[in-house]
């Protein structure tokens, strides 16, 4: 009777797996689990329509909607990983992927997607998705920082507004801010929470670097004069020009806009989605534009790190399930993903579209940078997520409240962070 017991336990939770139990129902027709992390209502919306439109097409591959969490997924992954549950088409972001691929529970789509693909994506995206040799993923969105202002603001104040043509290099960034503080108001507001991707992010556009690969192939971080500059830039903005809100450094990006819509922020540095919520959200007639964040030596680039999507490599129909990454992303699809999460899309096609090029909502800004996005710095580091939530999350955050200097700061990234990728290059 135990044995019996046990037996349809397990069927039954081999029938719920779409990986473990080969992904077929009675019918012989296929099942693929896709488990999405979209939220935003218009990127939700888009992402069932599309399914429910690949199903009525494909009678013998259905795709199954799952709904998954950001907040959450690298866990959630890790568990369905290791416990043989996995989903079959994983939405995830570039910089959660490598210590899955190297686990080996995403399968190298190398020889499964399809020549349009490959070729409408650039190089510098599939970068993101690359270890080894092998390609774990298809980057499909990405999203540059801005600056979010108060049109009326700036126009009032006289200062220079900045184009991805002509912008402001990070001193003189630092000036406007100055020059827009007082009277209890700040020229910026930086919701630096999570301070990690920003900062390396950004630092691309002053020449940081922060992680080098030698020729053993392993990687080290070195703290240098390109990478002082953006996190030096913010510091002293709150802790010597008081032209930084000092009370927003340990908030997320959403807490930033009550005081931006009221006038005590002049500006404030976001994802390009954010302006989704601007939109939503903003009292009527309140006049805000997009600029492009400030350049330094690198110009105007910084990293990214793309939405990606992946297949599990216990999933034993690869091929469909690339066959539905390749319908998902069509140009014309992607454009309908791009719109509803208010991101770029990567694919060049879609860029294209005059849809994504319009000056409403400034995404005209937004597709102007595009050719300046670059892979993230930690993009392959094996070890990363446990280096930044252990090591340069609290570093940065002591460093910008003006707790420790930035030698301490170099001290910490540079020798505690070592020691934590140590452990992951043996």
Known sequence: MRTR???????????????????????????????SLAWQQESVEANKELVEEWNATHPDVRVEYV????????????????????????????????DFAYGGYLADLSELLPERLKSDIPHRSWQTVTFADGIYGVP???????????ATWLKQSGVRVPTPQHPWSWDEFRQVTKRLSGDGKYGVAWPLKE??????????????????????????????EGDEVVPRTVHEQANTDRSASPT???????????????????????????????????????????????????????????QTL??????????????????????????????????????????????LRTAEHGWATGTALADRLRPAPAQTVRGYPEW???????????????????????????????????????
């Open 248 to 306: 927003t450094l340990g908030s997320g990006g959403s807490d930033t806009l009550p005081g931006f819509f009221a006038g005590t922020y002049a500006m404030v540095p976001l994802g390009f989605s954010y302006r989704q919520q601007i939109v939503q959200q903003a009292p009527k007639g309140f006049d805000w534009q997009v600029l492009p964040a400030p350049a330094g030596a690198g110009g105007l680039t910084q990293g990214v790190s793309p």
């Open 195 to 224: 301070p990690v991707s920003a900062t390396l992010n950004l630092s691309l556009s002053a020449g940081g670097r922060l992680f080098h690969r030698g020729a053993d192939g392993k990687v080290t971080v070195r703290f240098e």
């Open 310 to 355: 992946s297949v599990a490599e216990d999933c034993p129909y690869k091929k469909e399930a690339a066959a539905f990454l390749d319908f998902l992303l069509q140009p014309e699809n992607m454009v309908r993903l791009a719109l509803g999460d208010w991101m770029l899309p990567t694919g060049r096609q879609a860029l294209a579209d005059p849809a």
């Open 67 to 98: 709904q998954g969490s950001w907040d959450s997924v690298h866990d959630q992954l890790l568990t369905s990983f290791e416990g043989g549950e996995a989903p079959d088409i994983i939405h995830d972001a570039s910089d959660d992927l490598a």
């Open 5 to 35: 017991t046990l037996v349809a336990v397990l069927a039954v939770a081999l029938l719920l797996t779409g990986c473990s139990a080969g992904g077929t129902r009675d019918d012989g027709r296929i099942t693929l689990r896709f488990q």
């Open 140 to 150: 499909f969105l990405q999203e540059p920082r801005v600056l979010i202002a108060n």
């Open 388 to 426: 930044k939530d252990k090591v340069a999350t609290p570093a940065l955050q002591e460093y910008y409240s003006g707790a420790i200097g930035l030698d301490e700061l170099r001290e910490r990234l540079e020798e505690d962070g070592n020691l934590v990728l140590a452990r992951y290059q043996r």
